[in-house]
Nanobody, 123 residues
């Protein structure tokens, strides 16, 4: 069992930055692939970024070059550094854990989810 708690969301102006954190419980954190997804009102949940157990990273085209995913297996935490934020980045951001460790872009392949943290980018 893995429990995930996101933090770091908030209100930021266009062009600003935020760093999201996701703290995980459980001793097997380092074996999981971790992902960040987001969901805007009226839209489906979409993939943002993922990092495998050994640090391989994947990004959605819409955030490539602006967002960076990283993990600290000692602190059982995954991060999402978001720079050059745009109004279309406004959404609830969720972290998720996948025991297969594949870095999937597909939400239903993840086993555990956090409650989400709101990110609002004002123009």
């Amino acid at each position: 069992q893995v429990q995930l708690v996101e933090s770091g969301g908030g209100l930021v102006q266009v062009g600003g930055s935020l760093r999201l954190s996701c703290a995980a419980s459980g001793r097997t954190f380092s074996a999981y692939s971790m992902g960040w997804f987001r969901q805007a009102p009226g839209k489906e949940r979409e993939f943002v970024a993922a990092i495998t157990w050994n640090g391989r990273t994947y990004y959605a085209d819409s955030v490539k070059g602006r967002f960076t995913i990283s993990r600290d297996n000692v602190k059982n935490t995954v991060y999402l550094q978001m720079n050059s934020l745009k109004p279309e980045d406004t959404a609830v951001y969720y972290c998720a854990a996948d025991h297969l460790g594949l870095g999937s872009r597909v939400p239903h392949e993840y086993d555990y989810w956090g409650q989400g943290t709101q990110v609002t980018v004002s123009s």
